[in-house]
């Protein structure tokens, strides 16, 4: 089997490739879509159509050319929306704008220095028929906004394709493909070798290759590198849905998920394989890495129904499921950043830190409570205590001392009579009531200013001549 569909490849291949006849000719060049339309009218097999400037054609316009030409810018040449049909052509040194559509039994063939930049919602290059696609090395296609790069559909006839260039997948709300085949029938070939990279998503990532309703005899093998796009969930390596009949499939290369937010992408998803087909791997398949705290990374290969398992064959295969990796190792190299941008800010940040703690905090303690406390407590202890107690005291004993010594028992009664009055003979009735009351009130009173003269003056000159008159 594998002899027979690499004969077709190679048939394919060698009427593609034909040696040029002398009487090959460049004809324009062409600096209008009209103008090229009319050359390759007029062009015979191996003629080069030169293109200049910038060319608007239009999808609706096709190129039609039967006999293999050459369509070849000069000094920076475009064209944008180029519809081929039923076309041989090989185009060079030239960038499409807006896409590049093929129909019907077409053979072309994109050397290294062609560019496809598709629009918005647009599929860079879209395939739909038979015969042949070649991207060479050094060809790039990429997908328009959420759109495929490369978009093929088998539709009768033999098909031989090969891709061998960079192609990319629209970026947008749900990344686009990078390549999807989708039919893949009988006498139908593909060999990818190059680069596909699915496109960034929002939501998904988009797939680098798909492949979905393979039958017939079809021939596949892949051995280049393919890569999932980035979005919350990421986009597988490879998926391969919906195999049946006697198809076979080499599918080695380094194959790797996309990377997820939440879902790392699978590297290689087989489902649906029955019939007599048969797939082999080989390479590297590692899952997609996940970058949330709660994500979940990819698997390295996933074989969905009752049948796929028993029609693959894991040969000298590596697999590797993802990691989870979190932003916070993402993050490391920030402080570096930082530091190396701007030092003074750098410097200025930890020095406010040690210095408000030791400031705010022994400050207003030390300075509170000592000013507070030992200020307002000894200036009223000190000054109530020594006027109020000191006076009334030394009042009290010098008057009761002195009067005690020289008149043993009669003392206190004339004492106390002879200051309001001299009798002698109520000295025994108002002796206890007058008493109680001059005593209280003449000692508290004058005791602050003259008190401490009369009651030592006074005192002794009638104690001591009415004792003796008495005895």
Known sequence: MKTRFRALALSICLLLVFACPAAAAKLGPAKSYDELLALA???????????????AAGFDRPLTVQTQVSIRGTDGASISDLALENANVVISNLTIGGGLRVSGVSYVQLERSVTVQAADNRTGLSFSGSGALLL????????GKGAPGVSIAHRGGDLYISIDGS????????GGAAVVVDPLGSSGALMVTGRLTGGRGEDFGGNALNLHNLSGNAYL????KLTGGEGSIGGAGLQLITAQ?????????????GIGKDYGGDAMLLMNVGGSASISLSGS???GNSSGPHSTPGHSLKLLGRTTAMRTNVGECILQDGRQILTAISITPLPAITSSVDDAQTLATPTPQPTTEPTVEPTPQPTTEPTVEPTPEPTPELTAEPTVEPTPEPTAEPTSEPTAEPTPEPTPEPT?????????EPTSEPTVEPTVEPTVEPTVEPTVEPTVEPTVDPTPEPTVEPSGEVQ
Do not use: C, N, Y
């Open 221 to 224: 093998t892949v051995d280049g």
């Open 136 to 143: 060479d090395p050094g060809s790039s296609i990429i997908g």
């Open 41 to 55: 009218a007029q062009a015979s097999g191996g003629d080069t159509l030169l293109v200049a400037g910038e060319i």
């Open 416 to 424: 106390v009579e002879s200051t309001p009055e001299p009798t002698p």
């Open 245 to 257: 009949g006697s198809i076979f499939a080499g599918l080695g290369g380094q194959i790797t998920g």
């Open 285 to 287: 398949l590692t899952g």
């Open 167 to 174: 192609v990319r997948g629209g970026s947008g709300k749900t």
